[in-house]
Each structure stands twice: as C-alpha cells, then as structure tokens.
C-alpha cells in the first residue's frame, strides 16, 4: 500500500527556522514527483512546489519561490519542507503529496499543522 | 498564476445530482487535459476523485464524472448521498510546470 507519513505538529515562534518531512512507503521512491500543498485556517489548498525524487529536479509556485525549500534524501525516501525565518502568516496545515502521472495528486499524507506565534 | 474559480457553494438534495465548476484560462485548464477533482472532508486530507479531467480511480463510485470545455472543467455528482457533504477542489497543470487549485466548493447535502 503507498503511504505518505508526515512528521508530527510544530509550534514556533517567528523567526524561528523548521525543516518538517513526508516519509514514503510502498513504492519506487524515485519514480514519482512529491508535492507540498498549503492549507490555512479555514481556507483552500495552495500548490507551493514539486520536486522529483529521482534527480532533485524541483518546481516552486511564484508565490512561494525563495520562501521555502523543497529538498529530498533518497536514502531514507523521505521528502522535506524548511523554512529558515518563519512568519505568523506561515501558520498552517501543509500536506505532501505524490504525483501520479502529470497532474494527479494521487496519495496524500496526513498533514503537518503549524503554529507560528510569540 | 491565479487559482482557479470555483463556485464557493453547491447544494443538492440526497438523490439529486449536482455540478461544480472550474474555470481557468488558455494556459492552464483549457491547454491540458490534466485536470483533477478532489474530496475534502472536515479534519481530513484531501481524496483524489477524478483525473485527467474524466477518469476515476479505482474505488471512486461512478456517481462522480468530470468533463471539460475550453476553459472550464465540470465535476458532476449523481445521486447525492449524505457522505458527499465536503469540501470539493479542482486542480490542473499550466504552462511551466505550475499546478493550480481552485478556490473549493463546498457541497451542503440538504
């Protein structure tokens, strides 16, 4: 069975830096696109970025280049998002997910909600 | 790339059909046929649906179909059950490798 397991929820305070993972399980890690999804409170799903798994190629939505990296370890067939000076604005749900083919995001992980406040 | 409109709600009595749209533009929805649907329901992940505009993953009733004209992609639920309550979004693929998402359409069983 695939799976996407994300590691477990953060509270921060701004400024602070954070690198949070999305670990696969039941397929060929470096076959398939990984893809970071934000949800703010109460809001919809935001594409922020893609990466292949097999060679690091990665893609970023314009309204998140430079503000986050998207990065892999093959070794451990993990995905990660960090952050180096997080922002109250940065306060969400953050799903991974896989790409299956072009355009579906097939397999979703559980989430990662975080919490950035003073 | 600006997100994709959705209407912001739909609602529908158990047995009655509904459809929620999602307009994009030449560089996105109308330029690819890799348009996704996804289910949402509180507290939950997101739930593929449908993709590449019509096809349905193994498990999904075919009471869910997708479709597509031009700009706009539809996604159409027949005989709406209680479980169909949740929160509906549109993706697709565009120009430079970009994904977008709708807005989401919340669905409200009557």
């Known amino acids: 069975e695939v799976q996407l397991v994300q590691s477990g929820a953060e509270v921060k305070k701004p400024g602070e830096s954070l690198k949070i993972s999305c670990k696969s399980f039941?397929?060929?890690?470096?076959?398939?696109?990984i893809a970071w999804v934000r949800q703010m409170p109460g809001k919809g799903l935001e594409w922020m970025g893609s990466i292949y798994s097999g060679d690091s190629d990665t893609r970023y939505s314009p309204s998140f280049q430079g503000q986050v990296t998207i990065s892999v370890d093959r070794s451990i067939s993990t995905a990660h998002l960090q952050w180096t000076s997080l922002k109250v604005s940065d306060t969400a749900m953050y799903y991974c997910?896989?790409?299956?083919?072009?355009?579906?995001?097939?397999?979703w992980g559980q989430g990662t909600m975080i919490t950035v406040s003073s | 790339q600006s997100a994709l409109t959705q209407p912001r709600s739909v609602s529908g009595s158990p047995g009655q059909s509904v459809t929620i749209s999602c307009t994009g533009t030449?560089?996105?929805?109308?330029?690819?046929?890799?348009v996704s649907w996804y289910q949402q329901h509180p507290g939950k992940a997101p739930k593929l649906i449908i993709y590449?505009?019509?096809k349905r993953p193994s498990g999904v009733p075919d009471r869910f179909s997708g479709s597509k004209s031009g700009n706009t992609a539809s996604l159409n639920i027949s005989g709406l059950q209680g479980e169909d309550e949740a929160d509906y979004y549109c993706?697709?693929?565009?120009?430079?490798?970009?994904?977008?998402f709708g807005g989401g359409t919340k669905l409200t069983v009557l």
């Open positions: 039941g397929y060929t890690f470096t076959t398939h696109w």
């Open positions: 590449d505009v019509s």
């Open positions: 993706s697709s693929f565009a120009d430079n490798h970009v994904r977008v």
């Open positions: 030449s560089s996105d929805v109308g330029a690819y046929n890799f």
């Open positions: 997910a896989r790409l299956e083919g072009v355009g579906a995001f097939d397999t």
